[in-house]
């Protein structure tokens, strides 16, 4: 069997210290119905929010919030023939 090295290897040097990370929650990620076999997954979501926030990760990120999204966005982004609502 053979090893494959890490997509992202990291760098014992520290030269990634001025990268910056940029964290986006929504803490309603949780309140709508995914159907099976669906990519999001709100359960990961909570939990490494969690962990950024109890390990204070938060501290050397920048956090944003996200807003409301309008009708016009969502057909935008989503698209029409994906758009459900109910």
Known sequence: M?????LDP????????GK???YFYDS???NYAYVSGHPMKPHRIRMTHSLVMNY????????YVSGASSPK???RDVGF?????S
């Not at 990291?10 to 210290?17: K, L, P, V």
């Open 2 to 6: 053979t090893s494959l090295a890490p």
């Open 10 to 17: 990291i760098n014992a040097n520290g030269s990634d210290r």
């Open 20 to 22: 910056k990370v940029a």
């Open 28 to 30: 309603d990620v949780g």
């Open 56 to 63: 204070g990760l938060y501290k050397k990120m920048e956090i």
């Open 73 to 75: 966005l969502l057909l």
């Open 81 to 85: 023939a994906n758009l459900q609502i």
